[in-house]
């Protein structure tokens, strides 16, 4: 994969098989099928084309998914089926869901999440001032004024999801096998703790797998999908 990717190459290293050949011709039409194509860039301009090794990269990590027991699966189709259900448009910096924000800040770009009634309200907080947070011009002027480290720290005391793109820590999968269990008839059972979209997506691909998958919410902090499209909540997590 000669393209640089980020995490995406790097799973694809760990698996230490090669991703399959595929010719640019078939990987575009993968790709704008799979109703992830129309998404990208801005809804004012074309949709962005994506490296060859995107689409073969996600078609070995389905694989690989298969060989260790889980469903046959569309690697790209798995991109557009939120879009499929919500009749979501490309937003440019912001996330498809409208929740989720790429902001310049002093030194570099955030992203800033506020899926949460409770994340929005916490904004004069993480920024240290008394704004109203619903105008998001006045937001995106403070946030500018403010180095990326200092709000990390603070938003990670309020809990406000806020990321620095290219700042994750290196936590490679780890895969552990095992021999025989007792009861090996029975389904594993997996409790998910997670929300949003990659957590429950991976419950639902463990389900799909035949595990019992088992959800688990804070009465006081539930799933922030559920204030969203209850289709796509439903397909994640029936």
């Known amino acids: 994969m000669a393209e640089d990717l980020g995490a995406l190459n790097e799973l694809v290293l760990e698996l230490d098989r090669p991703p399959p050949d595929m010719d640019p011709s078939r990987a575009l039409e993968r790709w704008a099928g799979s109703g992830a194509m129309v998404l990208t860039g801005r809804a004012d301009r074309p949709p962005r084309v994506v490296p060859v090794s995107l689409v073969s990269g996600l078609d070995l990590l389905a694989d690989w998914l298969t060989d260790l027991g889980g469903p046959k699966v569309d690697g790209p189709a798995l991109l557009g089926e939120r879009a499929a ?44 001032t008394d704004l109203d947070p619903t105008d998001w011009l006045a937001v995106r002027r403070a946030i500018t004024r403010r180095r990326r480290e200092d709000l990390t720290e603070v938003a990670d005391l309020l809990g406000i999801p806020l990321g620095v793109p290219g700042t994750a820590a290196d936590k490679p999968a780890l ?17 998910e703790f997670g929300s949003l979209w990659a957590a429950p ?33 439903d397909l994640l997590n029936a």
């Open 201 to 233: 997506l991976c419950g639902g691909l463990l389900r799909q797998a035949g595990c019992r998958v088992v959800k688990v919410e804070s009465s006081r902090r539930p799933d922030g999908a559920r204030s969203g499209s209850a289709a796509f909540f």
């Open 85 to 128: 259900v919500s009749a979501m448009q490309p937003r440019g910096t912001t996330s498809l869901g409208g929740d989720a924000h790429l902001v310049d800040a002093e030194d570099g770009t955030v992203c800033l999440n506020l899926a949460r009634p409770e994340d929005l309200a916490s904004i004069p907080a993480l920024l240290g």
């Open 175 to 191: 895969v552990r096998q095992g021999g025989s269990r007792p009861g090996a008839e029975d389904p594993i059972l997996v409790v």
